[in-house]
Nanobody, 125 residues
Framework: QVQLVESGGGLVQPGGSLRLSCAAS????????MFWVRQGPGKGLEWVSA????????YYPDSVKGRFTISRDNAKNTLYLQMNSLKSEDTAVYYC??????????????????WGQGTQVTVSS
């Protein structure tokens, strides 16, 4: 049974930091590209980051570039998202997702093979 379980969300003040984790099981983690995608209140899905199979290539949209860092530990089957300099507009439910082939940029939900249940990130003073 495939599972992607996100954790690490919460309430943080503007300018603060959070580190999200995504524990994967039930599929060959190191054979999948991994992604973070978010959905803010009243908004559509927004692609946040992508990482290739071994973690040596990462991709970000301009909205988070320089503030967010995606990484993975294939030995632990875990994906991470380090978020720094958080802004109110980063408030969203953050999901991790996976796909067996490379995928970069904004995509519809159906493009991904597997999804987690999401973790809420709220940036507010």
């Amino acid at each position: 049974q495939v599972q992607l379980v996100e954790s690490g969300g919460g309430l943080v003040q503007p300018g603060g930091s959070l580190r999200l984790s995504c524990a994967a099981s039930g599929f060959p983690f190191s054979s999948y590209w991994m992604f973070w995608v978010r959905q803010g209140p009243g908004k559509g899905l927004e692609w946040v980051s992508a990482i290739n199979y071994n973690g040596d290539s990462t991709y970000y949209p301009d909205s988070v570039k320089g503030r967010f860092t995606i990484s993975r530990d294939n030995a632990k089957n875990t994906l991470y998202l380090q978020m720094n300099s958080l802004k109110s507009e980063d408030t969203a439910v953050y999901y991790c997702a996976s796909k067996m082939r490379p995928l970069i940029g904004q995509q519809s939900r159906e493009e991904y093979d597997y999804w987690g249940q999401g973790t809420q990130v709220t940036v507010s003073s």
